[in-house]
């Protein structure tokens, strides 16, 4: 697990084409995120080089955002996804971070499975949030303990 570089920006936009035909972000998109200060980007690479997975949150005042969680679809229920999640809770405690929210797709069990199993909880649903296909997400959530200095 690493920063994402720009070098890795082909491969995090290919997968997410591939995990999220709708919702895929551009290249400029996932570019921007790069040079954001409060963006967290970092990916899930292989030790002989090779992007499986990334994760995209935004780290505001005390809240974290998560926007996007993939991993290539061989290398699902592997737990590269909960590596991801580890590194950005992790810094997200660090930097005084109280609570993780996020969306998921009504339909994505296995994702709404993971983030519950993760500590996180439904708060409620946006209808219609998703459009293609149109769909409900579900809004979770997870309070962290940040380490004390």
């Known amino acids: 697990m690493r920063r994402a570089r720009m070098e ?4 995090a936009h290919k997968m997410g ?3 999220f035909p709708a919702e895929s972000w551009t290249l400029e998109g996932l570019a921007a995120e790069l040079e954001r200060e409060f963006a967290q980007f970092d990916v899930a ?3 002989g080089g090779g ?12 809240e ?6 993939a991993t290539t679809p061989e290398w699902r229920r592997r737990g590269v996804a909960n590596c991801l ?3 950005v809770i992790e810094s997200s405690k ?7 929210f996020l969306e998921v797709r009504a339909s994505n069990e296995a994702a709404q499975a993971l983030y519950r199993a993760r500590g996180f909880s439904m708060l409620g649903v946006r209808r219609g949030y998703y459009e293609q296909p149109r769909e409900d997400a579900v809004v979770m959530a997870s309070t962290l303990c940040p380490q004390s200095a």
Not at 8 to 11: F, N, Q
Not at 51 to 62: K, L, Q, S
Not at 64 to 69: G, N, T
Request: glycine share 6%; proline share 0%.
């Open 8 to 11: 890795d920006l082909e491969a």
């Open 17 to 19: 084409i591939e995990c």
């Open 45 to 47: 690479e292989l030790e």
């Open 51 to 62: 992007i499986i997975g990334y994760i995209i949150a935004w780290c505001v005042t005390d």
């Open 64 to 69: 974290v955002h998560l926007l996007q969680v």
């Open 85 to 87: 999640l580890d590194k």
């Open 94 to 100: 660090a930097s005084g971070a109280r609570v993780v």
